[in-house]
């Protein structure tokens, strides 16, 4: 059963800090990884999607990495605003038939 | 193009009743994902429907149930409610291997 780790639960940092969340995942056979962001009692925003042949997607100041032989990826925001704040969710799709979350790291970026 | 849509937004019930949530997927997407977040938890796949059909279901009860109608969309239906099934229920739709999240029913049970 694949099992989703992600390091550190809660983070918080000063406004204009680069940072790094980090997921691992038990079992590396994995179509993709994928990275959302969920604000306090919403849904869920997909940031990247890596699919399991690619190493790295990035969107703006958002950086994804996927190692998959050693079952890692972090996530890597540069310059983080205030309105970067709220849980990022990471998710692996193996060859089951739904996705496996993480259970989130909580950011919060202070002005 | 519109996206995935649930209702109602929340939900209040007393432990007992049943309680009925709805999902339409984007226009295409014939599967229907449903996840369950509860409070400290993460996200825990519930049901998945395909072309009308549950095609698989996570680990819940059988009072966690639904269906999917011939336009796509799905009813879940949670029968005989306990106070730890308050959560936020998000469904999803997918098409190949990327699913889409809707806004979530936030479901409380009394």
């Known amino acids: 059963k694949q099992e989703v780790t992600q390091i550190p639960a809660a983070l918080s940092v000063p406004e204009g800090e680069n940072l790094v969340l980090n997921c691992s995942f038990t079992d590396s056979a994995i179509y993709n990884l994928q990275w959302f962001r969920q604000d306090p009692g919403k849904g869920l925003t997909s940031l990247l999607l890596i699919q399991s042949s690619q190493r790295e997607q990035t969107s703006g100041r958002l950086n994804a990495s996927l190692d998959k032989s050693s079952g890692r990826s972090t996530l890597y925001i540069a310059a983080s605003q205030p309105g970067d704040s709220a849980t990022y969710l990471c998710a692996v799709k193996d060859s089951g038939y739904a996705l496996n979350f993480g259970k989130g790291t909580s950011l919060l970026v202070t002005p | ?110």
Do not use: M
């Not at chain 2, 949530?21 to 996840?35: A, D, E, K, M």
């Not at chain 2, 825990?44 to 149930?65: A, H, V």
């Not at chain 2, 469904?91 to 936030?106: H, I, M, N």
């Open chain 2, 1 to 110: 193009e519109a996206g995935v849509t649930q209702s109602p937004t929340h939900l209040i019930k007393t432990r007992g009743q049943q309680a009925t949530l709805r999902c339409s997927p984007i226009s295409g997407h014939t599967s229907v994902y449903w996840y369950q977040q509860a409070l400290g938890l993460g996200l825990q796949f519930l049901l998945w429907y395909d072309e009308g059909e549950e095609r698989n279901r996570g680990n819940f009860p059988p009072r966690f149930s639904g269906r999917q109608f011939p336009n796509y969309s799905s009813e879940l239906n949670v029968n005989a409610l306990e106070l730890e099934d308050s959560a936020l229920y998000l469904c999803a739709s997918g098409w190949g291997e990327t699913q889409y999240f809707g806004p979530g029913t936030r479901l409380l049970v009394l």
